[in-house]
């Protein structure tokens, strides 16, 4: 089974800054995938095969990696996209999820 | 449009079997492929199996030998049984469309394991 590693687990950030997710997987992976979850809901889609926005994602989000290192970064931090985001990689039939980044508003 | 709907009870006494209902509409499960994905309270997401378009499955091997999923392509319904529960398997229980990712997601159903 691949673990995927997230960092970091919790953090804040003013609107406007930057903000990038980190994602570390035991073994290489070929994509990695991103969903945005917020409390009560249901987990998004929100960035595939790496780097390509789910419909409905904003432009200021942007995903990229390769390997066993991937990261998704916001552009400019908006109140609307604090939430929990998890990476997940899907191989050999077996996927599975990091831990969860909660990126809060400072 | 896409819809899936998990049902079942929400609550479970221990060692007893969890039964759980995926209802799809808007998709064909002759052509897509469905996973069951639980997430415990204030805690991350586990995969926990797969339902392919051509009928054949695949679980995660921490609960393989806990876990069952079928379907009824009739009646757009997969299921998932799972028995043995213990109190580690409190969670909300989802049911999510396969096309790259977990692209359609239903609203889940929680499960608490409690006697």
Not at chain 1, 1 to 27: D, F, H, N, W, Y
Not at chain 1, 67 to 75: K, N, R
Not at chain 2, 11 to 32: E, F
């Amino acid at each position: 089974e691949i673990v995927l590693t997230q960092s970091p687990t919790t953090m804040a950030a003013s609107p406007g800054e930057k903000v990038t997710i980190t994602c570390r997987a035991s073994s290489s992976v070929s994509y990695m995938h991103w969903y945005q979850q917020k409390p009560g809901a249901s987990p998004k889609p929100w960035i595939y095969d790496t780097s390509k926005l789910a419909s409905g994602v904003p432009n200021r989000f942007s995903g990229s990696g390769s390997g066993t290192s991937y990261s998704l970064t916001i552009s400019s931090m908006e109140t609307e996209d604090t939430a929990t985001y998890y990476c997940q990689q899907w191989s050999r039939n077996s996927p599975t999820f990091g831990a969860g980044t909660k990126l809060e508003l400072k | 449009q896409v819809q899936l709907k998990e049902s079942g009870p929400g609550l479970v006494q221990p060692s007893q079997t969890l039964s759980l209902t995926c209802t799809v509409s808007g998709l064909s499960l002759t052509s897509k492929s469905v996973s069951w994905i639980r997430q415990p309270p204030g805690k991350g997401l586990e995969w926990m199996g797969v339902i392919w378009s051509n009928g054949g499955t695949d679980y995660n091997s921490a609960i393989k030998s806990r876990l069952s999923i079928s379907r009824d392509t009739s009646k757009s319904q997969v299921f998932l049984k799972m028995n043995s529960l213990q109190t580690e398997d409190t969670a909300m229980y989802f049911c999510a469309r396969i096309w790259r990712v977990f692209d359609y997601w239903g609203q889940g159903v929680m499960v608490t394991v409690s006697s």
